[in-house]
């Protein structure tokens, strides 16, 4: 399952950006978006825990809603089917000494 979720958001990532902005706005999405919601996730999950008495619905109501921002989010992204996506990226020029 987990090759298939990356497969799947390598191509999503890659028709976001444009080719000059794609390796870091992939990185900085990526790795912003893990550290804000993976890093306090087992507080989190912890807390609804012990808040409903050893219930889990809270922990899984959590997860419907990250699944439902997800959906929408990838809903309104942008439908790049018949565009260009290889943009010419000029090379640096060396300097002059």
């Given amino acids: 399952m987990s090759r298939a979720r990356v497969a799947k958001a390598a191509v999503v990532g ?8 794609r390796y870091s706005g992939i990185a900085i999405a990526r790795e912003w978006t893990a550290a804000l919601t993976g890093g306090p996730a087992p ?3 912890a807390a609804l825990l012990a ?5 889990s ?6 997860m419907m809603v990250c ?5 929408t989010a990838i809903l309104f992204a942008p439908e790049t ?6 943009e010419p990226v000029p090379l640096p020029q060396p300097a002059l000494t």
């Fill in 14 to 21: 890659t028709e976001l950006f444009q080719t000059r902005y």
């Fill in 43 to 45: 507080f989190v999950a």
């Fill in 51 to 55: 808040g409903s008495g050893g219930q």
């Fill in 57 to 62: 619905w809270p922990i899984a109501l959590l």
């Fill in 67 to 71: 699944a439902a921002i997800c959906f």
């Fill in 81 to 86: 089917r018949r565009m260009d996506l290889a």
